[in-house]
Each structure stands twice: as C-alpha cells, then as structure tokens.
C-alpha cells in the first residue's frame, strides 16, 4: 500500500500543479473544450466520452461506497467531475481509515 500512496501522492502532485498552470493560461472553461470533440464523431471525441465514463463510474463507486449518503453523493459528484484532484485525496483518505486492509478500502463499511 505504501508504493499506492506514493503514486496517488505523485499523480495528485501532477495534475494538481498541470491544472494550475492551464487555469493561469486558458482560464476556468474546462468544459466547453472537453465537449467541443463529442459531435464529430472522431477519435478525440470517443476519447472524452470514454474518459467521461470512467470519471461517472468512480463518481458512482465514490457515491456507493458512501451509502449514497449527502456528503458520499457530494464526493462522487465532485470526483466526477474534477477527476484525479478530487479521486487521489479521497483514495488516500479512504487508505488511511482501511488501515491497510483492501477490502476495507474498496469497500468502506461494506466490508462487514
């Protein structure tokens, strides 16, 4: 779990210090160029539809994982959204409160 943390550490660092130097050039809009590819039917296009499926399903596990309660539907809601930034910190809160156990981690309570 300690080379997890790392890397969830690194791509938090990454993406973190990448959307702050593209919020300083190209402003707050992240969403009118992700949509932008979609109607082409292109491979850029497919790409975005696919990466906003991915981000949908760890919003949905995020949520799920949390009962769907307010503050779980919030979370997943912002790691759809927002992606690595939200997901990295909540995988290493998540990591920290499993305590190492992996199906407390990818469970949460479910774990029983």
């Known amino acids: 779990m300690t080379a997890f943390r790392l890397l969830l550490w690194l791509l938090f660092a ?8 593209t ?4 402003g707050p809009d992240f969403i009118s160029p992700f949509l932008a590819p979609l109607p ?3 491979w850029a296009g497919q790409f975005h ?10 919003g949905l596990w995020v949520a799920w994982r949390s009962h769907f ?3 779980g539907i919030a979370c997943g809601l912002l790691a759809a959204t927002f ?13 920290a409160r499993a305590e190492g156990d992996p199906r407390r981690f990818l469970l949460g309570d479910r774990a029983g």
């Open 14 to 21: 990454l993406i973190g210090l990448y959307t702050l130097a």
């Open 23 to 26: 919020f300083a050039t190209a």
């Open 40 to 42: 082409h039917f292109g």
């Open 49 to 58: 539809l696919d990466f906003a499926l991915y981000l949908l399903l760890s």
């Open 69 to 71: 309660t307010a503050p």
């Open 83 to 95: 992606g690595m930034l939200i997901l990295a910190p909540l995988l290493l809160l998540f990591l």
